[in-house]
Protein backbone atom coordinates (compact mmCIF):
# COMPACT_ATOMS: atom_id res chain seq x y z
CA UNK A 1 0.00 0.00 0.00
CA UNK A 2 1.41 3.72 -0.73
CA UNK A 3 2.41 5.41 1.92
CA UNK A 4 0.18 7.88 3.33
CA UNK A 5 2.34 10.86 2.42
CA UNK A 6 2.59 9.64 -0.73
CA UNK A 7 -0.90 9.62 -1.19
CA UNK A 8 -1.37 13.35 -0.51
CA UNK A 9 1.06 14.17 -3.38
CA UNK A 10 -0.52 12.02 -5.89
CA UNK A 11 -3.79 13.44 -4.70
CA UNK A 12 -2.57 16.60 -4.90
CA UNK A 13 -1.10 16.45 -8.38
CA UNK A 14 -4.96 15.08 -9.60
CA UNK A 15 -6.57 17.37 -7.86
CA UNK A 16 -4.84 20.26 -9.85
CA UNK A 17 -5.10 18.39 -12.89
CA UNK A 18 -8.72 18.12 -11.67
CA UNK A 19 -8.78 22.12 -11.66
CA UNK A 20 -7.80 22.55 -15.35
CA UNK A 21 -9.86 19.90 -16.79
CA UNK A 22 -12.82 21.54 -15.66
CA UNK A 23 -11.87 24.95 -16.94
CA UNK A 24 -10.75 23.44 -20.09
CA UNK A 25 -14.21 21.95 -20.50
CA UNK A 26 -16.14 24.97 -19.15
CA UNK A 27 -17.35 23.18 -16.37
CA UNK A 28 -19.33 20.58 -19.02
CA UNK A 29 -19.28 17.08 -16.96
CA UNK A 30 -20.61 13.60 -18.06
CA UNK A 31 -21.42 11.31 -15.67
CA UNK A 32 -20.06 8.16 -16.23
CA UNK A 33 -20.17 4.69 -14.74
CA UNK A 34 -20.31 0.18 -15.19
CA UNK A 35 -23.73 -0.79 -16.47
CA UNK A 36 -24.31 -2.84 -13.46
CA UNK A 37 -25.41 -2.96 -9.86
CA UNK A 38 -27.14 0.48 -9.27
CA UNK A 39 -26.05 2.51 -12.62
CA UNK A 40 -29.68 2.99 -13.72
CA UNK A 41 -30.04 5.05 -10.38
CA UNK A 42 -26.93 7.04 -10.69
CA UNK A 43 -27.42 7.97 -14.60
CA UNK A 44 -31.44 8.71 -13.57
CA UNK A 45 -30.11 11.17 -10.93
CA UNK A 46 -27.35 12.49 -13.35
CA UNK A 47 -30.13 13.68 -15.72
CA UNK A 48 -32.57 14.74 -13.24
CA UNK A 49 -29.74 17.24 -12.53
CA UNK A 50 -29.21 18.22 -16.12
CA UNK A 51 -25.92 16.40 -17.08
CA UNK A 52 -24.63 13.81 -19.88
CA UNK A 53 -24.37 10.29 -19.06
CA UNK A 54 -22.76 7.35 -20.51
CA UNK A 55 -22.34 3.69 -19.29
CA UNK A 56 -19.78 1.89 -20.23
CA UNK A 57 -21.89 -1.64 -20.69
CA UNK A 58 -21.05 -5.43 -21.62
CA UNK A 59 -21.97 -6.69 -24.77
CA UNK A 60 -24.30 -9.13 -22.95
CA UNK A 61 -25.67 -6.46 -21.33
CA UNK A 62 -26.86 -4.02 -23.98
CA UNK A 63 -30.63 -5.38 -24.22
CA UNK A 64 -31.59 -4.15 -20.96
CA UNK A 65 -29.51 -1.01 -20.73
CA UNK A 66 -30.94 0.20 -24.65
CA UNK A 67 -33.98 0.54 -22.69
CA UNK A 68 -33.35 3.60 -20.76
CA UNK A 69 -33.75 6.76 -22.89
CA UNK A 70 -31.93 8.68 -19.31
CA UNK A 71 -28.80 7.07 -21.26
CA UNK A 72 -26.91 9.30 -23.79
CA UNK A 73 -23.84 7.23 -24.62
CA UNK A 74 -22.96 3.67 -24.33
CA UNK A 75 -19.18 2.21 -24.60
CA UNK A 76 -19.52 -1.47 -25.47
CA UNK A 77 -17.51 -3.73 -24.34
CA UNK A 78 -16.82 -7.36 -23.77
CA UNK A 79 -15.83 -7.14 -20.16
CA UNK A 80 -16.00 -4.70 -17.65
CA UNK A 81 -11.78 -4.55 -17.38
CA UNK A 82 -11.50 -3.22 -20.85
CA UNK A 83 -12.99 0.24 -18.93
CA UNK A 84 -9.18 0.50 -18.38
CA UNK A 85 -8.20 0.00 -21.99
CA UNK A 86 -6.59 3.35 -23.53
CA UNK A 87 -9.15 3.17 -25.82
CA UNK A 88 -12.26 3.38 -23.29
CA UNK A 89 -9.96 5.72 -20.94
CA UNK A 90 -9.22 8.14 -24.24
CA UNK A 91 -13.17 8.02 -24.88
CA UNK A 92 -14.13 8.41 -21.04
CA UNK A 93 -11.40 11.57 -21.51
CA UNK A 94 -13.13 13.48 -24.24
CA UNK A 95 -16.87 12.92 -22.92
CA UNK A 96 -14.91 14.89 -19.55
CA UNK A 97 -16.67 12.45 -17.76
CA UNK A 98 -16.43 11.67 -13.59
CA UNK A 99 -16.41 8.23 -12.89
CA UNK A 100 -19.10 6.72 -10.06
CA UNK A 101 -17.66 3.78 -8.80
CA UNK A 102 -19.69 1.21 -7.22
CA UNK A 103 -19.66 -2.36 -6.20
CA UNK A 104 -19.12 -4.21 -9.32
CA UNK A 105 -16.22 -2.02 -10.16
CA UNK A 106 -14.80 -3.35 -6.38
CA UNK A 107 -15.70 -6.57 -6.95
CA UNK A 108 -13.95 -6.51 -10.76
CA UNK A 109 -10.76 -4.94 -10.16
CA UNK A 110 -8.15 -4.95 -8.14
CA UNK A 111 -7.57 -2.01 -5.83
CA UNK A 112 -4.33 -1.01 -7.81
CA UNK A 113 -6.44 -1.14 -11.24
CA UNK A 114 -8.78 1.17 -9.60
CA UNK A 115 -6.23 3.44 -8.66
CA UNK A 116 -4.53 4.13 -11.95
CA UNK A 117 -7.52 4.84 -14.02
CA UNK A 118 -7.38 8.13 -15.47
CA UNK A 119 -11.03 9.00 -15.61
CA UNK A 120 -11.86 11.30 -12.84
CA UNK A 121 -13.38 9.29 -9.52
CA UNK A 122 -15.85 10.55 -7.46
CA UNK A 123 -14.84 10.47 -3.98
CA UNK A 124 -12.03 8.87 -2.84
CA UNK A 125 -10.68 6.27 -4.84
CA UNK A 126 -7.94 5.44 -2.11
CA UNK A 127 -10.39 4.75 0.08
CA UNK A 128 -11.70 1.64 -1.73
CA UNK A 129 -8.42 -0.28 -0.94
CA UNK A 130 -9.51 0.11 2.90
CA UNK A 131 -13.14 -1.39 1.87
CA UNK A 132 -11.49 -4.63 -0.14
CA UNK A 133 -8.60 -5.35 2.41
CA UNK A 134 -10.30 -6.94 5.63
CA UNK A 135 -6.80 -5.45 8.01
CA UNK A 136 -7.23 -1.88 7.05
CA UNK A 137 -11.07 -1.99 7.25
CA UNK A 138 -10.77 -3.08 10.34
CA UNK A 139 -8.10 -0.51 11.38
CA UNK A 140 -10.75 2.08 10.00
CA UNK A 141 -13.31 0.88 11.61
CA UNK A 142 -11.72 0.79 15.26
CA UNK A 143 -10.14 4.56 14.56
CA UNK A 144 -14.12 5.36 13.86
CA UNK A 145 -14.86 3.93 17.71
CA UNK A 146 -17.74 1.83 15.69
CA UNK A 147 -18.56 -1.43 18.07
CA UNK A 148 -17.18 -4.08 15.49
CA UNK A 149 -17.52 -8.18 16.06
CA UNK A 150 -14.36 -10.29 17.63
CA UNK A 151 -12.79 -11.68 15.00
CA UNK A 152 -11.21 -15.18 15.32
CA UNK A 153 -8.03 -15.32 14.73
CA UNK A 154 -7.51 -19.33 13.75
CA UNK A 155 -10.15 -21.98 13.40
CA UNK A 156 -8.88 -23.51 16.72
CA UNK A 157 -10.24 -20.26 18.53
CA UNK A 158 -13.60 -20.69 17.65
CA UNK A 159 -16.17 -20.12 19.99
CA UNK A 160 -19.47 -19.81 20.25
CA UNK A 161 -21.21 -19.04 16.60
CA UNK A 162 -19.02 -17.61 14.05
CA UNK A 163 -19.65 -16.31 10.24
CA UNK A 164 -17.44 -17.39 8.04
CA UNK A 165 -16.06 -14.45 4.97
CA UNK A 166 -14.47 -14.75 1.74
CA UNK A 167 -12.31 -11.95 0.84
CA UNK A 168 -13.81 -8.38 -0.97
CA UNK A 169 -17.34 -7.75 -2.00
CA UNK A 170 -19.41 -11.01 -2.81
CA UNK A 171 -22.63 -9.59 -1.80
CA UNK A 172 -22.68 -12.49 1.15
CA UNK A 173 -21.96 -15.24 -1.47
CA UNK A 174 -20.45 -18.32 0.13
CA UNK A 175 -20.47 -17.14 3.91
CA UNK A 176 -21.08 -19.96 5.94
CA UNK A 177 -21.24 -20.28 9.74
CA UNK A 178 -19.59 -22.22 11.74
CA UNK A 179 -19.29 -23.41 15.55
CA UNK A 180 -16.33 -25.67 15.96
CA UNK A 181 -13.64 -26.70 14.30
CA UNK A 182 -14.86 -29.34 12.53
CA UNK A 183 -17.42 -27.03 10.79
CA UNK A 184 -15.21 -24.16 9.55
CA UNK A 185 -13.80 -27.44 7.73
CA UNK A 186 -16.73 -28.31 6.23
CA UNK A 187 -17.74 -25.51 5.51
CA UNK A 188 -14.29 -24.64 3.52
CA UNK A 189 -14.44 -28.04 1.95
CA UNK A 190 -16.63 -27.15 -0.22
CA UNK A 191 -16.07 -24.31 -0.55
CA UNK A 192 -13.05 -25.90 -2.53
CA UNK A 193 -14.94 -28.56 -4.24
CA UNK A 194 -16.95 -25.30 -5.93
CA UNK A 195 -13.73 -23.33 -6.26
CA UNK A 196 -14.63 -20.40 -4.58
CA UNK A 197 -11.73 -20.43 -2.64
CA UNK A 198 -8.38 -21.98 -3.01
CA UNK A 199 -7.59 -23.01 0.60
CA UNK A 200 -8.73 -22.24 4.34
CA UNK A 201 -6.55 -19.02 4.29
CA UNK A 202 -9.18 -17.29 2.01
CA UNK A 203 -11.54 -17.55 4.64
CA UNK A 204 -12.11 -14.68 7.08
CA UNK A 205 -13.79 -15.77 10.85
CA UNK A 206 -15.85 -13.36 12.49
CA UNK A 207 -17.87 -13.45 15.48
CA UNK A 208 -22.03 -13.99 14.66
CA UNK A 209 -24.00 -11.08 16.05
CA UNK A 210 -27.29 -11.64 17.34
CA UNK A 211 -30.37 -9.41 16.30
CA UNK A 212 -31.22 -7.34 12.76
CA UNK A 213 -29.07 -6.47 10.11
CA UNK A 214 -29.62 -3.04 9.09
CA UNK A 215 -27.78 -0.60 5.96
CA UNK A 216 -26.90 2.58 7.14
CA UNK A 217 -26.89 4.73 3.68
CA UNK A 218 -25.20 7.97 4.64
CA UNK A 219 -23.64 11.13 2.17
CA UNK A 220 -20.47 13.46 3.58
CA UNK A 221 -20.05 16.40 1.47
CA UNK A 222 -16.92 17.76 1.46
CA UNK A 223 -18.25 21.06 0.78
CA UNK A 224 -20.99 21.60 2.87
CA UNK A 225 -18.86 19.56 5.51
CA UNK A 226 -22.40 17.89 6.59
CA UNK A 227 -23.37 14.21 6.88
CA UNK A 228 -26.52 13.19 5.42
CA UNK A 229 -28.54 10.01 6.01
CA UNK A 230 -29.92 9.10 2.72
CA UNK A 231 -31.82 5.89 3.59
CA UNK A 232 -31.81 2.93 4.98
CA UNK A 233 -32.54 -0.60 4.03
CA UNK A 234 -32.13 -4.17 5.08
CA UNK A 235 -30.80 -7.08 2.48
CA UNK A 236 -33.12 -9.73 1.08
CA UNK A 237 -30.89 -12.89 1.21
CA UNK A 238 -30.96 -16.25 0.05
CA UNK A 239 -31.72 -18.68 1.46
CA UNK A 240 -30.82 -17.62 4.90
CA UNK A 241 -34.03 -15.22 4.70
CA UNK A 242 -36.35 -18.01 3.62
CA UNK A 243 -34.89 -20.57 5.85
CA UNK A 244 -37.91 -19.78 8.39
CA UNK A 245 -40.38 -21.20 5.82
CA UNK A 246 -39.54 -24.13 6.51
CA UNK A 247 -40.49 -25.86 9.66
CA UNK A 248 -37.70 -26.92 12.53
CA UNK A 249 -38.49 -30.86 11.67
CA UNK A 250 -38.09 -30.40 8.34
CA UNK A 251 -35.11 -28.53 8.39
CA UNK A 252 -33.57 -30.89 10.31
CA UNK A 253 -34.54 -33.73 8.09
CA UNK A 254 -33.22 -31.75 4.93
CA UNK A 255 -29.53 -30.96 6.66
CA UNK A 256 -30.32 -27.05 5.45
CA UNK A 257 -27.32 -25.40 5.12
CA UNK A 258 -27.45 -21.34 4.50
CA UNK A 259 -26.32 -18.88 2.10
CA UNK A 260 -26.15 -15.46 2.35
CA UNK A 261 -26.68 -14.56 -1.42
CA UNK A 262 -27.94 -11.07 -1.66
CA UNK A 263 -31.05 -10.72 -4.15
CA UNK A 264 -32.66 -7.99 -3.19
CA UNK A 265 -33.26 -4.65 -0.68
CA UNK A 266 -36.14 -4.03 1.46
CA UNK A 267 -36.68 -0.63 3.17
CA UNK A 268 -36.55 0.09 6.82
CA UNK A 269 -37.04 2.79 8.74
CA UNK A 270 -35.23 3.04 12.34
CA UNK A 271 -37.24 3.91 15.47
CA UNK A 272 -36.34 7.94 15.74
CA UNK A 273 -35.12 7.67 19.55
CA UNK A 274 -31.76 5.20 17.45
CA UNK A 275 -31.19 8.27 14.83
CA UNK A 276 -29.24 10.76 16.99
CA UNK A 277 -26.95 7.38 17.13
CA UNK A 278 -26.83 6.96 13.77
CA UNK A 279 -25.64 10.36 13.08
CA UNK A 280 -22.77 9.95 15.88
CA UNK A 281 -21.42 6.99 13.94
CA UNK A 282 -21.37 8.45 10.50
CA UNK A 283 -19.74 11.88 11.64
CA UNK A 284 -17.10 9.20 13.59
CA UNK A 285 -16.57 7.36 10.59
CA UNK A 286 -15.75 10.67 8.38
CA UNK A 287 -13.59 12.68 10.85
CA UNK A 288 -11.44 8.64 10.74
CA UNK A 289 -11.29 8.17 7.11
CA UNK A 290 -9.55 11.95 6.99
CA UNK A 291 -7.29 11.06 9.57
CA UNK A 292 -6.31 7.83 7.70
CA UNK A 293 -6.94 7.76 4.53
CA UNK A 294 -7.02 11.40 2.80
CA UNK A 295 -8.60 13.34 1.31
CA UNK A 296 -11.33 11.42 3.61
CA UNK A 297 -15.05 10.14 3.32
CA UNK A 298 -16.30 12.12 0.44
CA UNK A 299 -19.99 11.26 -1.25
CA UNK A 300 -21.85 8.25 -0.27
CA UNK A 301 -21.12 5.49 2.37
CA UNK A 302 -22.55 2.67 3.98
CA UNK A 303 -22.33 1.16 7.25
CA UNK A 304 -23.08 -2.29 7.56
CA UNK A 305 -24.11 -4.19 11.01
CA UNK A 306 -26.80 -5.58 13.90
CA UNK A 307 -29.08 -3.93 15.85
CA UNK A 308 -29.44 -6.21 19.24
CA UNK A 309 -32.21 -6.69 21.67
CA UNK A 310 -30.95 -3.44 23.92
CA UNK A 311 -30.87 -1.64 20.25
CA UNK A 312 -27.00 -1.56 20.66
CA UNK A 313 -25.34 -1.32 16.84
CA UNK A 314 -22.53 -3.24 16.32
CA UNK A 315 -21.05 -2.77 12.64
CA UNK A 316 -19.73 -5.61 11.06
CA UNK A 317 -18.92 -3.70 7.53
CA UNK A 318 -18.69 -0.50 5.72
CA UNK A 319 -18.74 0.26 2.00
CA UNK A 320 -16.72 3.45 1.18
CA UNK A 321 -18.79 4.12 -2.02
CA UNK A 322 -23.16 4.13 -3.08
CA UNK A 323 -24.32 0.56 -2.23
CA UNK A 324 -27.19 -1.11 -4.16
CA UNK A 325 -29.84 -0.25 -1.66
CA UNK A 326 -29.65 2.73 -2.16
CA UNK A 327 -31.78 1.80 -5.21
CA UNK A 328 -34.75 1.89 -3.20
CA UNK A 329 -34.97 5.02 -3.11
CA UNK A 330 -34.78 6.57 -6.78
CA UNK A 331 -37.99 8.92 -5.51
CA UNK A 332 -35.99 9.89 -2.46
CA UNK A 333 -36.88 7.87 1.44
CA UNK A 334 -38.06 8.46 4.24
CA UNK A 335 -34.97 10.43 5.54
CA UNK A 336 -33.92 12.27 2.74
CA UNK A 337 -37.28 13.54 2.28
CA UNK A 338 -36.72 15.58 5.54
CA UNK A 339 -33.82 17.10 4.04
CA UNK A 340 -34.82 18.10 0.64
CA UNK A 341 -37.43 18.74 -1.48
CA UNK A 342 -36.74 17.15 -4.88
CA UNK A 343 -37.22 13.34 -4.97
CA UNK A 344 -33.46 12.78 -3.85
CA UNK A 345 -31.93 9.64 -4.59
CA UNK A 346 -28.17 8.84 -3.64
CA UNK A 347 -27.26 8.75 -7.68
CA UNK A 348 -29.33 12.73 -8.22
CA UNK A 349 -27.35 13.57 -4.49
CA UNK A 350 -23.90 12.52 -6.39
CA UNK A 351 -25.04 14.45 -9.77
CA UNK A 352 -25.87 17.59 -7.21
CA UNK A 353 -22.67 17.18 -5.62
CA UNK A 354 -20.75 17.77 -8.89
CA UNK A 355 -22.85 20.61 -9.86
CA UNK A 356 -22.69 22.39 -6.61
CA UNK A 357 -18.65 21.44 -6.71
CA UNK A 358 -18.32 22.73 -10.57
CA UNK A 359 -20.33 25.78 -9.80
CA UNK A 360 -17.67 27.34 -6.98
CA UNK A 361 -14.88 26.19 -9.05
CA UNK A 362 -14.23 23.49 -5.99
CA UNK A 363 -14.17 19.80 -8.18
CA UNK A 364 -10.79 19.32 -6.83
CA UNK A 365 -12.67 18.67 -3.55
CA UNK A 366 -14.54 15.82 -4.31
CA UNK A 367 -12.83 14.24 -6.94
CA UNK A 368 -9.64 11.73 -7.22
P1 LIG B 1 -21.02 -6.33 0.15
O1 LIG B 1 -19.56 -6.09 0.15
O2 LIG B 1 -21.65 -6.49 -1.18
O3 LIG B 1 -21.72 -5.34 1.05
P2 LIG B 1 -20.38 -8.64 1.62
O4 LIG B 1 -20.00 -9.77 0.77
O5 LIG B 1 -19.30 -7.84 2.25
O6 LIG B 1 -21.32 -7.72 0.82
P3 LIG B 1 -21.72 -8.56 4.16
O7 LIG B 1 -22.60 -7.39 3.99
O8 LIG B 1 -20.50 -8.42 4.97
O9 LIG B 1 -21.37 -9.18 2.73
O10 LIG B 1 -22.52 -9.75 4.82
C1 LIG B 1 -23.55 -10.47 4.18
C2 LIG B 1 -24.59 -10.86 5.23
O11 LIG B 1 -23.97 -11.68 6.24
C3 LIG B 1 -25.20 -9.71 6.01
O12 LIG B 1 -26.32 -9.15 5.43
C4 LIG B 1 -25.57 -10.32 7.33
O13 LIG B 1 -26.83 -10.95 7.25
C5 LIG B 1 -24.54 -11.37 7.51
N1 LIG B 1 -23.46 -10.98 8.43
C6 LIG B 1 -22.23 -10.51 8.07
N2 LIG B 1 -21.45 -10.34 9.15
C7 LIG B 1 -22.18 -10.72 10.22
C8 LIG B 1 -21.91 -10.80 11.62
N3 LIG B 1 -20.72 -10.51 12.12
N4 LIG B 1 -22.90 -11.23 12.43
C9 LIG B 1 -24.11 -11.57 11.91
N5 LIG B 1 -24.40 -11.53 10.62
C10 LIG B 1 -23.46 -11.11 9.77
Same mark, same amino acid.
Given at each position: ??????????????????????????????????????????????????????????????????????????????????????????????????????????????????????????????????????????????????? &?? /???? *??? =??? @????? #????? !? %????????????????????????????????????????????????????????????? &?? /???? *??? =??? @????? #????? !? %??????????????????????????????????????????????????????????????????????????????????????????????????????????????????
Amino acid at each position: MPAINAIEKDFNLLANNQKLLARKAGGKFTIATLGSHCSLQLLKGAKDEGFRTLLVCEKRRLGLYRRFRFIDEIIEVDNFKEVLSDKCQKRLKQANSVMIPHGTLISQMRSDEIEKIDTPIFGNKWILRWEADRKLKEKLMKEAGLR &IP /RTVK *SKD =DIS @GLCIV #KLHGA !A %GGRGYYLAWSRESFEEGARRLIDQKMIRGEDDLYIQEFVRGVPVYLQYFYSPISAEIELLG &ID /RRYE *SDI =DGI @GRIPA #KQQLG !A %GVEPSYNVIGNIPLVLRESLLDEVYKMGENFVRAAERLVPPGMTGPFCLEGVYDSEGRFTTFEFSARIVAGTNLYLDGSPYSGLLYVDPMSMGRRIAREVKIANKNGKMSKILT
